[in-house]
């Protein structure tokens, strides 16, 4: 699937106004303007869904045509039933938003003539999910009542992204039940502290009850029931269980937190926005200071944009994974730009091939092979951007226990501005801020913290060097730092300037054309000074520039 692209706002002869938003959005014309008109996109697209409303022209016509309305109205119906029946959305189905709380009572108290039945509501947004009776009643209503409306949208599907390939094209380390210390916590850290007092809700399948939740794991019924069956159960107690497990065969990254299972995921095994958002305003009712989407889809809606405001102002953060098709884009809500969208790395900290890039991405945590709780009490590898999703969350919950101080978007801030710089040097869409790192965040105060290190390797065809990056995850400037560069057997040493705390730098090594190299570097801190991480502080490759 795809993301439509923006349409232009068309003036049509007859004094019609073709406006593309969400499935459409409606002017705010008085009830004898003609109806807005909806284009169709082709099959393979999806629809439209985010579209920014404009006022008509006042030049407009009002012709008071009851013909020409008729006619609209009949156009409108045929529009709706083509765009409320695409294969990428429930059948049928429409999410209403109303501008005002008075125009959405409004609705409501005439919702049984409108040729739709109302299927659910979320009051707090304006907001109905609505099932079509009658297209041609319901295209009337939308003509007639066109000022109350902020929005009509078809009702999109939400998954959880595709299991990655078993085998994947390239060799990438699982992180298998070395998780904290993948996300450099110390080995012998306590850690049952972490996340009390913190709920993450877990967006998903059903968390299935297990030893490691003990009995933190608790459930909201928004309509689906409590606890998930076969894969979308095995799913939602695999993210709950990364997030938070506490059993040392299923450990989890805030072991103390309070878990609120939500089920979104319907018998079909598939959501969709309005249930997504329906969660949203559940979790952030219910208390819940981090929400964890491990789910998407390429479409949104400004039903979801008014969902992510309503957890923003009031004070949770939204987590999401950022897809397991190895696309240069996110799924949504993890392009959201206001929500912590959650790439996949292996155990070595490299991009995993399945997950999805793009500028608006946030973080990156291990998603490869991760040991993680499953159905009747078993273990299973479980791998995805929705295995990393969790982890960030746990990060965020152990790192709201741990300071007490910091609002939740403060703390994903922290998690971002301390993290591993694993691509180019500074944000990048394949790596987002960088690489989660657990132990740098909780150690960030430390004053006497000295850790440098090679952050990433990187060949540059226009300079001819390999790139590499340097990094200080230390509290104070690094200075005396030396490079020391063996291409092939052949060493170089290569003093480096001061670099500032929490700051990357990147230095051209040069190699030969031509050839298959074998590149290491090893980053020499001064006589004196104790590395807390002496490993990072070495780096191999094997660069290919035989043209082979």
Not at 273 to 281: E, K, P, S, Y
Not at 339 to 367: E, I, M
Request: glycine share 10%; hydrophobic share 45%.
């Amino acid at each position: 699937m795809s993301r439509s692209r923006p349409h232009s706002l068309l003036l049509i002869a007859g004094g019609l106004l073709l406006i593309l938003l969400t499935l459409f959005f409606l002017t705010h014309r008085p009830a004898s303007a003609p109806a807005p008109s909806v284009a169709t996109p082709p099959a393979d697209e999806t629809p439209p869904l985010r579209r920014t409303l404009s006022a008509p022209s006042s030049a407009d016509p009002d012709t008071g045509n009851l013909a020409q309305a008729a006619a609209t109205v009949a156009d409108l119906s045929l529009k709706l039933s083509t765009r409320l029946n695409h294969a990428s959305v429930r059948p049928g189905e429409a999410v209403l938003l109303f501008k005002t709380a008075e125009g959405y009572q409004r609705f409501l108290a005439r919702a049984a003539v409108t040729g739709v039945t109302v299927d659910g509501r979320i009051d707090a947004l304006n907001l109905v999910r609505v099932r079509i009776r009658a297209y041609d009643t319901f295209a009337a209503e939308l003509v007639a009542r066109a000022a109350d409306y902020g929005g009509v949208s078809a009702n999109a599907f939400v998954e959880m992204p595709p299991a990655p390939p078993e085998r994947p094209a390239a060799l990438q380390l699982p992180v298998g039940n070395t998780l904290l210390a993948t996300l450099g916590v110390a080995p012998g850290t306590d850690t049952s502290a972490w996340g009390r007092g913190v709920t993450i809700a877990i967006l998903d399948g059903g968390a299935l009850p297990d030893p490691t939740f003990g009995a933190r794991l608790r459930y909201q019924d928004i309509g689906l029931g409590y606890a998930g069956t076969g894969a979308a159960g095995l799913h939602g107690t695999a993210v709950a269980s990364l997030a938070a497990g506490s059993s040392p065969d299923a450990a989890g990254v805030a072991p103390a937190a309070t878990l609120l299972s939500i089920r979104v995921i319907n018998t079909d095994g598939k959501s969709d926005l309005f249930t997504v958002v329906q969660g949203i305003v559940a979790a952030v009712d219910a208390g819940a200071q981090i929400i964890n989407l491990s789910l998407g889809g390429y479409s949104s809606s400004a039903a979801l944009d008014r969902a992510v405001t309503y957890a923003s102002e009031r004070g949770s953060v939204i987590v999401a994974a950022a897809g397991n098709d190895g696309a240069t884009r996110l799924v949504w809500p993890a392009a959201e730009p206001r929500v912590v969208s959650v790439g996949a790395t292996d155990a070595a900290g490299r991009q995993a091939a399945f997950s999805n890039s793009g500028l608006q991405l946030a973080l990156t945590a291990p998603g490869v092979g991760l040991q993680a709780a499953g159905l009747a009490n078993e273990r299973v590898l479980f791998s995805g951007t929705s295995a990393s999703a969790p982890v960030v969350s746990g990060a965020l919950a152990t790192l709201l226990s741990q300071s007490p101080g910091l609002t939740p978007a403060q703390a994903a801030e922290i998690l971002k501005t301390h993290a591993d710089d694993a691509g180019p040097a500074g944000a990048d869409p394949d790596y987002g801020g960088g690489v989660l790192n657990l132990g740098w965040v909780l150690a960030r105060d430390n004053p006497a913290r000295h850790d440098t290190a090679v952050s990433s390797h990187h060949y540059n065809p226009a300079t001819g060097s390999l790139d590499v990056v340097i990094q200080n995850r230390g509290s104070s400037p690094a200075a005396r730092l030396v490079l020391v560069a063996t291409v092939d057997n052949q060493t170089t040493h290569h003093p480096l300037p001061e670099l500032p705390a929490g700051h990357s730098a990147t230095f051209p090594v040069p190699v030969p054309p031509g050839s298959v190299l074998t590149i290491r570097t090893l980053l020499e801190n001064p006589p004196g000074v104790t590395d807390a991480v002496p490993a990072n502080n070495t780096r191999a490759s094997r660069l290919d520039l035989s043209g082979r």
